[in-house]
């Protein structure tokens, strides 16, 4: 039986969810990257975004963000914390328009993680360590869920989204999650997919 310690979570309020047509079919993770104001991080501004309490007049970027309700499971700040928004059984509104292999409203069967960041600054190495445990106790928790079938928000909304962006070092995160699945003694399911 493949084991994997859950990593620490923090359960952040939030009520920017619902209920997912189908709890069972959670096969998709989604990395985003977000911060605010834009490239300003360690402000608690993100949490407050996620649990619908951001004074609009803190900032002149937030004006834009008045009456938003968006959310997503989980956020890794650039220490590694790890903060929870949105139980991953229920339906986080991190997506929007969104299509994977052919399949639209990903926010349906998906799981959303958000980095602090933005797409030309570089993460950190808590980040990456802290979502490649993340990500590896979601795929052991979750029978739908493979390293393949982790992607970018780009990925899935092409030309509306860049994130997590070019700073995100996909090789250098599948190494971890590999490193991490090993130990767990994971054996992934065999297909014809390797998108």
Avoid at 29 to 54: C, E, K, M, Q, W
Avoid at 121 to 142: D, M, N, R
């Amino acid at each position: 039986m493949v084991k994997v310690t859950a990593p620490e979570i923090v359960v952040r309020p939030c009520s920017h969810f619902d209920d997912r047509p189908d709890p069972s079919d959670i096969s998709l993770l989604v990395i985003h990257n977000i911060s605010l104001p834009p490239a300003t991080f360690n402000t608690p501004y993100i949490d407050d975004f996620f649990a619908g309490r951001l004074n609009c007049q803190a900032h002149p970027y937030f004006a834009g963000l008045a009456g938003v309700r968006v959310s997503a499971h989980c956020v890794i700040y650039r220490d590694g914390r790890i903060w929870q928004y949105v139980p991953f059984v229920q339906r986080a509104w991190h997506a929007g328009l969104s299509l994977f292999n052919g399949r639209d409203k990903c926010n349906d069967f998906s799981i959303g993680i958000e980095l602090e960041g933005v797409d030309d600054v570089p993460f950190t190495e808590s980040q990456y360590q802290a979502l490649s445990s993340v990500c590896a106790w979601l795929i052991c928790q979750f029978p739908g869920l493979t390293p393949e079938r982790i992607v970018g928000h780009s990925d899935i909304a092409p030309g509306r989204k860049t994130d997590p962006g070019p700073a995100f070092n996909w090789t250098y995160f599948h190494q971890l999650l590999a490193q991490q699945l090993i130990a767990a003694g994971y054996n992934p399911p065999v297909t014809g997919d390797t998108a």
